[in-house]
């Protein structure tokens, strides 16, 4: 028998609160008192491992009610969605974007990854090469790394201060302070013209990341995503735990919230990840733009036409 109107209706509200409840604990709007070390990045909360078939069928759900928001999003033409992901390397941000947006029209949907700054960037304010990458209205844009570099890598790396060229005067004690607020300011002002912010931080323990590093040197067809630079990163990780900390800690806020997902578990990862993202959309009230009078008969005129031939 075909499922009805009002149970299709019954299960999408069933799904929206079970979405909320995958996504919530992770959520972090005011981080007043944040600390990262109180995360776990095994967490998979009521989850285990023998439920990753479950969670398989979740996702296949979550990746089609996406792909039904985004629609909506691009017809209505009036939001824009912009999508954050820092992690610390192998935590699978790569592998998230794909199969999270894997139902997602890519008209729709604008990714870009930020390697190292060009010469041309480093001429430029530190939000500049990313408000040329922001998504058009209509459409959900995804950050690969972003801005927060300048709060993360930069911070643990403070020489690489010195290429920015910027004004020595401008190179004081404060400047991180001044980027967390500078950071605040450019998302309220995204907001504030219909672009939704929201921060994916993928929260990997060091012990899996090492797993992960083993595992791209065992199998020569994941070779190429190992770097000797990876290893030396590595070595500053309580650095960058205490970089994340505080730049969560200073740019979480209830327009533009960080998602501290455990990314120990890639399966759960997903999930968590796809769940804030319908959330988000699902809080847009979304809908297809009304059609005038005069439009509708234009259409009943065309089909006229169609039909007579």
């Not at 990840?273 to 009943?300: C, F, G, K, N, W």
């Amino acid at each position: 028998m075909e499922e009805s109107q009002a149970d299709k209706r019954m299960d999408k509200q069933d799904f929206l609160e079970r979405a909320r409840r995958f996504s919530q604990p992770f959520r972090i709007d005011d981080g007043a008192g944040f600390q990262l070390k109180d995360h776990d990045p095994d967490d998979t909360l009521h989850l285990d491992k023998t439920d990753k078939d479950r969670a398989q069928e979740a996702l296949t759900m979550g990746v089609k009610m996406l792909a039904e928001f985004q629609d909506l999003l691009y017809a209505q033409d009036r939001w824009a969605l912009l999508l954050i992901f820092q992690a610390m390397d192998a935590a699978g941000k790569d592998g998230t974007i794909k199969h999270v947006m894997s139902g997602v029209n890519p008209q729709g949907c604008q990714v870009n990854s930020f390697k190292a700054p060009s010469s041309v960037d480093l001429d430029h304010d530190f939000l500049w090469r990313s408000n040329n990458a922001l998504p058009e209205r209509g459409r959900i844009g995804i950050f690969n790394r972003s801005y927060y570099e300048e709060t993360l890598v930069v911070r643990v790396h403070p020489e690489i201060l010195a290429r920015q060229t910027l004004p020595p005067e401008r190179l004081t004690k404060n400047i991180w302070k001044e980027r967390f607020r500078d950071i605040r300011n450019y998302e309220e002002y995204l907001s504030n013209n219909g672009i939704v912010v929201r921060k994916f931080f993928l929260n990997v323990s060091k012990k899996e990341q090492r797993k992960r590093f083993l595992e791209r040197l065992d199998r020569p067809e994941k070779n190429w995503k190992f770097s000797a630079n990876d290893i030396k990163e590595r070595a500053f990780w309580e650095d960058y735990m205490e970089a994340y900390t505080e730049t969560i800690r200073h740019t979480a806020s209830p327009h533009a919230p960080w998602y501290v997902v455990p990314a120990d578990n890639k399966w759960f990862t997903r999930i968590a990840v796809a769940a804030a993202i319908i959330e988000t959309l699902d809080s847009l009230h979304l809908q297809y733009p009304e059609v005038s009078p005069e439009a509708r008969a234009q259409l009943a005129t065309a089909r006229a036409l169609l039909e007579k031939e």
